[in-house]
């Protein structure tokens, strides 16, 4: 479904709160987090989100003339799954990254290029006093 054919059923379905527009639904759609689930027919659409794990129903919305059809409750049960599904890394590299550096392991007192270093006592010490 289009941002239009989303804002012209939406518009059929509500009248409060105000119809979503075109221009709503496309802002909605360009999110990555947002995702769509549609009747293959166009009858009915449900938007939704799921952010650091929570699942959030945006809007649901079923034809005046398509209720009592079970559509909602088909949307609402590929809703759950999706909202259950594993989530998308938070953030993509676009190139490999190498490995982490392995520790360093210095005396007590010493950083490299002769600077000295400040133990964790040291640490405690100005934190607590």
């Known amino acids: 479904m289009t941002p239009d054919s989303l804002a012209s059923l939406h518009a059929r379905c509500f009248t409060t709160p ?3 527009s075109a221009a709503s639904f496309a802002a909605f759609l360009a999110d990555p987090a947002v995702f769509l689930i549609a009747d293959p027919q166009g009858r009915a659409f449900l938007l939704g989100r799921v952010i650091a794990g ?3 129903l945006l809007t ?3 034809a005046p003339e398509s209720r009592r059809l079970g559509l909602a409750r088909d949307l609402l049960a590929r809703f759950d799954r999706q909202a259950q599904a594993p989530p998308p890394p938070f953030w993509k590299s676009p190139k490999p990254t190498p490995p982490p550096a392995p520790f360093m392991l210095l005396p007590a007192g010493s950083r ?3 600077a000295p ?3 964790a006592r040291q640490v405690r010490r100005r934190l607590l006093h």
Do not use: K, Q
């Open 112 to 114: 490299p290029g002769g």
């Open 18 to 20: 105000a119809p979503w």
């Open 60 to 62: 649901l919305a079923t």
């Open 54 to 56: 929570e699942a959030e």
């Open 117 to 119: 270093a400040i133990t």
